[in-house]
């Protein structure tokens, strides 16, 4: 984890892989120790950008979660997301989609309703509506995932400022550019008390 977070990608490639064929060896072909391995040798690959690889990483993570731990499983919904954040940066979209969908279809029944993952899934679906054009779709998730984060989060935390800053880009993408402006105005005013000043 170190050496990812570092950008170290090969060093940690090459660390979860050992680690992965250690529990091969020590644990049952299921156990969910290996899905998370799965899962983090798929992250350096997503880092990396060798998005076929990290989708068979998230793959076979997936694969073992679904086996071995109970449905609607959270770990099966972040396995889900990350799927179908692979596939938005291969602009396969309507996979991406249904990736997200999924994941969110499990955080619903998993989690609390106002949990901030529930926003996260939300922004995620507006954000492939976005790419695809269907922009009354995207404002639509955005706002929902707005709603989520004024409940869940401080006022001035800065992923609100993002959710109204992906609202006002919708408006801007539907030729609305005095909503959008407006809209605009709340990240600035969110991002001037949650930063420093010196903040790029």
């Known amino acids: 984890m170190v050496y990812s977070?570092?950008?170290e990608y090969s060093k940690a490639l090459s660390s979860y892989?050992?680690?992965l064929?250690?529990?091969?060896?020590?644990?049952?072909?299921?156990?969910?120790?290996l899905a998370t391995s799965y899962n983090n040798i798929g992250m350096?690959?997503?880092?990396?950008?060798e998005y076929s690889k990290a989708l068979s990483s998230y793959e076979r993570s997936l694969?073992?979660?679904?086996?071995?731990?109970?449905?609607?499983h959270p770990d099966m919904a972040t396995s889900y997301n990350n799927i179908g954040t692979v596939y938005d940066n291969m602009?396969?979209?309507?996979?991406?989609?249904?990736?997200?969908?999924r994941s969110l279809e499990i955080q619903k029944i998993a989690l609390p309703p106002n949990h901030p993952s529930l926003a996260g899934s939300y922004n995620n679906i507006g954000t492939v509506y976005r790419s695809m054009g269907e922009y009354s779709k995207a404002l639509s998730s955005y706002e929902r995932s707005l709603e989520i984060?004024?409940?869940?989060l401080p006022p001035n935390h800065p992923s609100l400022a993002g959710s109204y800053n992906n609202i006002g880009m919708v408006y801007g993408n539907m030729g609305e550019y005095s909503k959008a402006l407006?809209?605009?105005?709340?990240?600035?005013e969110i991002r001037k008390i949650a930063l420093p000043p010196n903040h790029p």
């Open 5 to 7: 977070n570092m950008g």
């Open 17 to 19: 892989e050992r680690s």
């Open 21 to 33: 064929e250690i529990q091969k060896i020590a644990l049952p072909p299921i156990h969910p120790d």
């Open 44 to 49: 350096v690959y997503y880092n990396m950008g």
């Open 63 to 72: 694969e073992i979660q679904k086996i071995a731990l109970p449905p609607n």
């Open 91 to 101: 602009g396969e979209y309507s996979k991406a989609l249904s990736s997200y969908e």
């Open 149 to 152: 984060q004024k409940i869940a």
């Open 182 to 188: 407006s809209v605009y105005e709340r990240p600035l």
